[in-house]
């Protein structure tokens, strides 16, 4: 199965941008989707797709793409975007499942 | 509301069985891909199986294929994880997910998650 790589872990000042990255050959030809995971809750899905945010996601949330890497920009960090963050795609090795990366911890300093 | 109540989770020995259950509400469930994503204690995130709308196709992660049947009954809206040969490593907290568009392979609605234990 094919794999992603994130960095475990990030941190950000209070209201400053953040970019979280996600590499894998699946990039090059599958959009990631974006998770958030807060201790002891289930993950929430902030981007998916080219650029979609779900509902009742903030717009400070943004994702984009290029070779194969996908990022996650968080723009205007706030105390409450600290968490994890996975992202996720189709597996590209041809077993027709998903792939997740290893995720990265956020920390809002 | 979208809810999605797992259940089945227990504590059970190496090589034993289990069968996951997930309670889907809220949505019209026989129109969605459905998964299974497991997420051992202190870890991250690791797909497990999915499911399409109709329970025509399935799939598994490689490290659960041949022991994990995934499946679906939409008369009931219920999904299904049928464990068996259970490894130490399949300890876990396995949420069952909702695919946003069938086949889109992102997760627009999670359930809070059944543990289950292998251990002797």
């Known amino acids: 199965s094919s794999e992603l790589t994130q960095d475990p872990a990030v941190s950000v000042a209070l209201g400053q941008t953040v970019r979280i990255t996600c590499q894998g050959d699946s990039l090059r030809s599958y959009y990631a989707s974006w998770y958030q995971q807060k201790p002891g809750q289930a993950p929430v899905l902030v981007i998916y797709?080219?650029?979609n945010r779900p509902s009742g996601i903030p717009d400070r949330f943004s994702g984009s793409s290029s070779g194969n890497t996908a990022s996650l920009t968080i723009t205007g960090a706030q105390a409450e975007d600290e968490a994890d963050y996975y992202c996720?795609?189709?597996?590209?090795?041809?077993?027709?499942?998903?792939?997740f990366g290893g995720g990265t911890k956020l920390t809002v300093l | 509301e979208v809810q999605l109540v797992e259940s089945g989770g227990v504590v059970v020995q190496p090589g034993g069985s289990l069968r996951l259950s997930c309670a889907a509400s809220g949505f019209t469930f026989d129109d969605y891909t459905m998964h299974w994503v497991r997420q051992a204690p202190g870890k991250g995130l690791e797909w497990v199986s999915l499911i399409s709308w109709d329970g025509g196709s399935t799939y598994y992660a490689d490290s659960v294929k041949g022991r994990f049947t995934i499946s679906r009954d939409n008369s009931k809206n219920s999904l299904y994880l049928q464990m068996n040969s259970l490894r130490t490593e399949d300890t876990a907290l396995y949420y069952c997910?909702?695919?946003?568009?069938?086949?889109?392979?992102?997760?627009?609605?999670w359930g809070q998650g059944t543990l289950v234990t292998v251990s002797s």
């Open positions: 797709g080219k650029n």
């Open positions: 996720n795609s189709r597996d590209s090795s041809g077993n027709h499942g998903v792939v």
């Open positions: 997910a909702k695919d946003i568009l069938s086949g889109e392979l992102a997760f627009d609605y």
